[in-house]
């Protein structure tokens, strides 16, 4: 089999990444996603839907974003040019508005007057209240009570949006317990609602939608890295909690073998504690929330809570197609503590006056020893995927700093 | 044959010209020794087929009673394994009750689907019930069940329209599981009328028995279902005897009042004569 023709054809009709992804999701919803997928087929062949899109990512999102040469954080490294993908600065300060921008537009197309999301560090949420109240449509957020103690700044943001927080009690009050109870909200009000996923996980269709809608990124950074260095880079690099910002810049460099496909996950307080978010680096194949995927679970197939510092990388799954990157080995993933990332934040804001999510700093702190090893000849991007704002607060009191 | 203690079971109702009382308990809670004293009870007062919850961390189909009583069993400690041998135990001294299993795919996935079938079949399990496995994602877990005989028990809903029944109902087997409402476990209850139609329907395509569950709690409401479907599923109502008896720590409270509105529910089912 010729891999170079199919690396960026998945997933296949089933929804299927190879043997992730799929649809494992109750009959009630069935009928959804199925109508879901086809309007998306008619939405991508419809050039007023481009159109619409490609206007609003322009005027009111921002895009293009810059690719930035990262100077001082490639002196300090002494490694290979390093550059920043820049979509902190997007409207709303993360790359999540991309995706809720072309769901949104997909659930008008489909008449749905009421969209749910579930978030986790509130960047999703406040980018789907965003285009909510920028289309005029109900919004229901449902976030974790412990995140929505964690990211007040952002619950804020929400409601001044017009969203209604849900905070979510149930199992153990974090992402994976929001999902589950967006889900249970979804089947209840199968009629007008749309379910706005923040991430590249969950049922066939929307790993493949939330991807395309943020494909963007990688798709803009090839062509910026073409025009400024007139080459490919070695390696493109992102964090990865469900990983839409990671897929997002890595599949259109699919194809592009020599370049090095690296995700960072979130070690927590190290792989070997048992307290992380490395589904990849320190879970197993099982079923979550609609798809087939690596998962933080127990031997007896009970889901293990995760834990990051970082809210966005706070979930005990991955998307399908990064299980499937894993797998097939185009992809590597790498991890990195709650400690490094904290370090990383105050690299990155010190040389480069850019105060990264916590998120993002996952990423930052590998960044380094990949720079090393391509050495002085090398070129690279980071996906800096939101701005670190919302988690000063965080911040401040990890490193013991009374505000 | 364990698939005809089902097909049984609903042809002696069926000659009864009465609907079938399906009921649900969670295994583990409040505890393994009480769930196993509330599945006699369950039978000895009338429920002819057993629903056997295996909990599970994330069940996004159920409503608050049966997460928490899901947490409640895993706080026990309570395994997949665990769910079997308490099924095992009941088949021990009762032959005839169909036991269904019923929970959602990552545990048994988890164990994996030929090893699950073969430790489901040496229990005397009758079949599954798995919430998030659609048809389009259980053909594996078919392939593990056909030898063993064991019924993948499939879901309907109000939002399943005749086409996609007809999917629905290619490889299902036991009987056919109409959600009454769109909604999670425990909601509010489903107006008979409006789903009648949709039951016909799934009767017609699927040829098997249909019983109706979600939001059927009382007597009055199980009558009104039996007048329109093969069998009454009650699951949230009696779960909440389990909870009732966590909190008192009365454990034998929950056996007791599990079983009197099983007769409830059975009396009332019984005063609807089927054609």
Known sequence: MDLRNTWDQWPDANGRFGDFGGRYVAETLMPLILELEAEYRKAKEDPAFKAEMDDLWAHYVGRPSPLYFAERLTEHFDGAKIYFKRDELNHTGAHKINNCLGQVLLARRMGKTRIIAETGAGQHGVATATICARFGLDCVVFMGETDVERQKPNVFRMKLLGAEIVPVSSGTGTLKDAMNEALRDWVTNVDDTFYCIGTAAGPHPYPELVRDFQSIIGKEARAQILEREGRLPDAVMACIGGGSNAIGLFHPFL????????GVEAAGHGIETGEHAAALNGGKPGILHGNKTYLLQTDDGQIIDAH????????????????????????EYLSCTDKEALAAFQLCTRLEGIIPALEPSHAIARVGEVAQALGKDGLMILNMCGRGDKDVFSVAKALGVDM | MPTSRITDTFARASGESRAVLVSYLMAGDPDLETSYAAMCALRDNGADIIELGAPFTD????GASIQKAGLRALANKTT??????????????????????????????????AEFAKAAHAAGVDGTILVDLPPEEDGELREAYAQYDLSVIRLATPTTHENRMKKVAE????????????GVTGAGSADPQAI????????????????????????????????????????SAFVEHAEKAHESGDFASAPRGMGALAKELSSAIRTITKP
């Open chain 1, 255 to 262: 194809e592009d073998e020599g370049v090095r496909l690296i």
């Open chain 1, 308 to 331: 990051s510092i970082s809210a966005g990388l706070d979930y005990p799954g991955i998307g399908p197609e990064h299980a499937f990157l894993r797998d097939s080995g185009r992809a």
């Open chain 2, 59 to 62: 069940p996004m189909a159920d």
């Open chain 2, 80 to 113: 997949l394994a665990d769910t079997l041998a308490l099924a095992a135990r009941f088949r021990a001294e009762d032959q005839t009750t169909p036991v269904i299993i019923m929970g959602y795919a990552n545990p048994v996935f988890c164990m994996r689907y």
């Open chain 2, 171 to 182: 490889g299902a087997s036991g009987f056919l599981y109409f959600v009454a409402v769109t």
């Open chain 2, 196 to 235: 009648a139609g949709n039951i016909e329907m799934a009767k017609r395509v699927s040829g098997l028995p249909v019983c109706v569950g979600f939001g059927v709690k009382t007597g009055a409401q199980a009558a009104e279902m039996a007048k329109i479907a093969d069998g009454v599923v009650v699951g």
